[in-house]
C-alpha cells in the first residue's frame, strides 16, 4: 500500500511540474514567437555592427587608416548589417511558410537554451525521467588582431661539449652519436602595432641532452667529484643523459605577409628570419647507460643519480631560416658538472622547426 501511495504521489507530482513547465514555455501564440524572432535578428546585427564600428574606431586611433576611409568602412559595413537584417528576416518568413505549407514542424528557437524538467516515459535525451535539451549558439564575432599566438617548438640535432684545455676534436664524446631533443609550447608576441618584422619568442621546452662516449670511456661520480674513466672491461657503449626544463626567450627578425580583410587583420610569417636570445632552467634528471659483456653475458646498466650535474642551466641561443624551418645552435653558459675540476659546457647544433 505504501508503495503504491509512493507511485502515486511522484505521478501527481510529475504532471504537476510538466504542466507547469510547458505553461511557462508555451503560452506565447506563433505571432508574437515571430515578432520576437525578427526583434531577435535586428538585435543580434545591431549589436555586430556595434562591434565593427568599434574595431574600425580602433584603426583610426592607431593610424592604421584615416578617418575618411574609417567612415566609409562604417557606411560599408551598415549596408551589410541592413541586408543581413532583410535577407534573415525573409528566410526566416519562408521557411516557416514551407514548413506550413507542407505540415512541418517550426523551430522558432534561434539562441541556445538549456532546460531540465521531469517527464513520463523515455526518450532518447532523458534518463530516469530527467530530460535536458540543447539548441545552437549564435557565432561570437570575429577578433579583428591577434598580437600573441601559440604554438610548439622541435629542435633536434648534433650535440658534445666544449672541455677546458681540449679541443672539440679532443673531445670524450661522439660526435655522430651524440645528439639532442627539444620539445616545447611557445608563444610568439608582435613587438611592433603595425608591422611584424619584430617578435617575441617565449615560452617552456623540455631538454634532453645526450653524449655518446667513446675509448671505452664512462662517467663516475666520486663524492662530489665527477670524472671520466676507463670501464675495467670491455665496454660496447656508454650513454650518459641529461633533462633540463627551460624557459626558451628569443627576439626574432624577418619578412612577413599581411592579410587584412574588413573585419580582420592577420599576419604570417613567410621568408628568411633571424633569432636570437637564450634559456634560463633546471635539472629534472641526469642517467647514464652501459652496454658490455660480464661473465660472457651481454649486460644494459641503468644508472640514475645526480653525477653532480650543475641543478641551474643558462645558455645563449640563436638560428637563422626560411618560414618555419631553421638552423639552430645553443650553447650552455653553465658547466655540465657543478664544484668540479673539469669545466665542461654543453655545445649542440641542429634543426629547429615551428608549428602554428
Known amino acids: 500500500m505504501q508503495t503504491i501511495t509512493k507511485y502515486i504521489i511522484f505521478l501527481v507530482l510529475s504532471l504537476y511540474l510538466t504542466n507547469a513547465t510547458a505553461q511557462d514555455s508555451i503560452p506565447e501564440s506563433k505571432e508574437l514567437q515571430i515578432k520576437k524572432l525578427k526583434q531577435s535578428i535586428e538585435d543580434d546585427e545591431r549589436n555586430a555592427l556595434k562591434t565593427e564600428v568599434e574595431n574600425i574606431n580602433d584603426r583610426v586611433i592607431k593610424k592604421e587608416i584615416t578617418y575618411e576611409e574609417g567612415e566609409n568602412l562604417k557606411q560599408e559595413v551598415a549596408k551589410k548589417r541592413a541586408l543581413n537584417i532583410k535577407n534573415r528576416i525573409e528566410i526566416l518568413k519562408n521557411k516557416i511558410d514551407f514548413n506550413d505549407r507542407n505540415g512541418l514542424k517550426n523551430d522558432l528557437d534561434l539562441k541556445e537554451k538549456k532546460s531540465i524538467g521531469i517527464t513520463i516515459g523515455s526518450s532518447k535525451n532523458n534518463l530516469v525521467g530527467l530530460t535536458v535539451a540543447n539548441s545552437k549558439h549564435n557565432p561570437k564575432p570575429v577578433k579583428y588582431d591577434f598580437r600573441t599566438l601559440t604554438g610548439l617548438v622541435v629542435s633536434a640535432g648534433l ?11 679532443d673531445s670524450p664524446y661522439k660526435i655522430g652519436g651524440s645528439g639532442f631533443f627539444e620539445l616545447g609550447f611557445q608563444w610568439k608576441t608582435r613587438l611592433l602595432k603595425n608591422s611584424n618584422a619584430i617578435r617575441l619568442r617565449y615560452g617552456l621546452s623540455l631538454q634532453w641532452n645526450k653524449y655518446d662516449l667513446k675509448d671505452n670511456k664512462f662517467i663516475v ?6 670524472t671520466i674513466e676507463t670501464f675495467p672491461t670491455d665496454l660496447k657503449q656508454a650513454k650518459f643523459r641529461t633533462t633540463n626544463l627551460i624557459v626558451p626567450l628569443y627576439f626574432e627578425f624577418g619578412q612577413y605577409t599581411k592579410n587584412e580583410k574588413k573585419d580582420r587583420i592577420r599576419y604570417y610569417n613567410r621568408g628568411f628570419k633571424i633569432g636570437f636570445g637564450g634559456y634560463a ?5 641526469a642517467k647514464q647507460k652501459l652496454w658490455y659483456k660480464e661473465n660472457g653475458e651481454r649486460t644494459k646498466q641503468k644508472i640514475k643519480q645526480d653525477y653532480n650535474v650543475n641543478p641551474f642551466v ?3 641561443g640563436a638560428y637563422v631560416g626560411l618560414d618555419d624551418v631553421s638552423l639552430f645552435f645553443k650553447y650552455d653558459l653553465s658547466n ?7 669545466k665542461q659546457n654543453n655545445i649542440s647544433l641542429g634543426i629547429r622547426l615551428e608549428i602554428e
Open 314 to 316: 643558462y645558455g645563449i
Open 159 to 169: 650535440n658534445n661539449a666544449l672541455i677546458d684545455g681540449q679541443s672539440l676534436s
Open 221 to 226: 661520480q666520486d663524492g662530489n667529484v665527477t
Open 336 to 342: 655540465t658538472f657543478k664544484n668540479n675540476s673539469i
Open 281 to 285: 632552467g633546471l635539472n629534472i634528471e
